[in-house]
């Protein structure tokens, strides 16, 4: 059974910092490809950045320079670091497994707000 669960979000301040986590259960997650995606209030998801198996790291425009994608094999699990928040980060936050076909997690909701 496939599970992608996702961890660390909260209330945050403009220009804070949180980590997001998704931890991974049922697959062989070294071969997979990982993103995050996100959800505001009334907008489609979107994604927000990818890393390969190899590797490779992808962002959206958005985050450039204030998130950052990592995964640990060892552990299972891919991280998103995100930095100098504003107010449009608000959302809920999904992380994605794929390879041929992909997995869910069922998010967790990020507030950026004084």
């Known amino acids: 059974q496939v599970q992608l669960v996702e961890s660390g979000g909260g209330l945050v301040q403009p220009g804070g910092s949180l980590r997001l986590s998704c931890a991974a259960s049922?697959?062989?997650?070294?071969?997979?490809?990982l993103r995050w995606y996100r959800q505001a209030p009334g907008k489609q998801r979107e994604l927000v950045a990818s890393?390969?198996?190899?590797?490779?790291?992808n962002y959206a425009d958005s985050v450039k320079g204030r998130f950052t994608i990592s995964r640990d094999n060892a552990k299972r699990t891919v991280y998103l670091e995100m930095n100098s928040m504003k107010p449009e980060d608000t959302a809920v936050y999904y992380c994605?497994?794929?390879?041929?076909?992909?997995?869910w997690g069922k998010g967790t909701l990020v507030t950026v707000s004084s």
């Open positions: 890393i390969t198996n190899g590797g490779t790291t």
């Open positions: 994605y497994a794929g390879v041929v076909s992909g997995y």
């Open positions: 049922g697959i062989t997650f070294s071969i997979y490809g």
